[in-house]
């Protein structure tokens, strides 16, 4: 990314219920008998993304453990970083290998490589179905028309990117909304001072990807954060 940029204050309600409301009226998914959900996490990961890095490591045991009775999740972490740098595991289900590998990263200085992670995980939907893309990061500096018509790609093959912008940027706001409006998915503000807003969302996304709308309304109805609240909407109050 380009210069420093301040973060927000916490997201809004409004802006959370209007994240978790577009995730109820998509449509199931179903990752089909004796497979797991297929969901491709990917992190901007150049220089001042340390600390969102390191909350992403710890983030990605909560999406596991969402995930754990509806048959797990297969998950795949990509990111990119330094000069045209751009990674990606095998796909995983075992959680402590994925954090072992996301700790041994540490972010570089570069532009934002949005395009490779679309590119990607079209190229990865064409092999065999992946149920949802979570993206993580808070600038754009690339040709949006291109990043859009890739986005729209992604919503012809079934694969719904979710977009989760940190910081203030407006122009970052307005190509990850367009960019979650043309694959299907959905786009949501946070912060690191809103970390447990953003587990719960993340934890959502994993339980959508194994398991579709109908396993989020049998979330435990205690369950605290922006997954409670999509249970209850899923039950009928919005």
């Known amino acids: 990314m380009t210069g420093d940029r301040r973060l927000t204050d916490k997201p809004t309600s409004a802006a959370v219920s209007a994240f ?22 990917t992190v901007d990961a ?7 890095w390191d909350r992403a490591c710890f983030l990605t045991g909560h999406m596991f453990e969402a995930t754990r009775a509806l048959g797990g ?4 972490l990509a990111y990119y970083r330094g000069y045209g740098e751009f990674m990606a595991t095998p796909w995983l289900s075992d959680v402590d290998e994925i954090t072992r590998r996301m700790t041994t990263v540490s972010c570089l200085g570069g532009q934002t490589q949005i395009q490779k992670v679309l590119d990607h995980a079209i190229a990865e939907t064409r092999k065999e179905r992946v149920n949802a893309l979570v993206f993580v990061g808070d600038a754009v500096e690339e040709n949006v028309d291109v990043l859009a018509h890739r986005a729209g790609e992604l919503g ?4 719904p990117g979710f977009f989760f912008h940190e910081g203030g ?3 970052a706001e307005r190509c990850f909304r367009e960019l979650a409006r043309l694959s299907g998915g959905a786009y ?9 807003t953003l587990r719960d969302l993340l934890a959502a996304v994993a339980v959508y990807a194994a398991g579709g709308r109908e396993a989020l309304s049998r979330l435990p109805p205690q369950r605290s954060g922006a997954a409670a609240l999509l249970t209850h909407q899923l039950s009928g109050r919005h």
């Open 20 to 41: 978790l409301k577009r995730v109820q009226t998509m449509p199931a998914v179903r990752a089909g008998s004796g497979r797991r959900g297929r969901l491709l996490f």
């Open 46 to 52: 150049t220089a001042s993304r340390q600390p969102t």
């Open 73 to 76: 999740l297969s998950m795949s």
């Open 156 to 159: 012809m093959l079934n694969c």
């Open 169 to 171: 940027d407006p122009f």
């Open 188 to 196: 949501a503000p946070f912060d690191l001072s809103s970390a447990d």
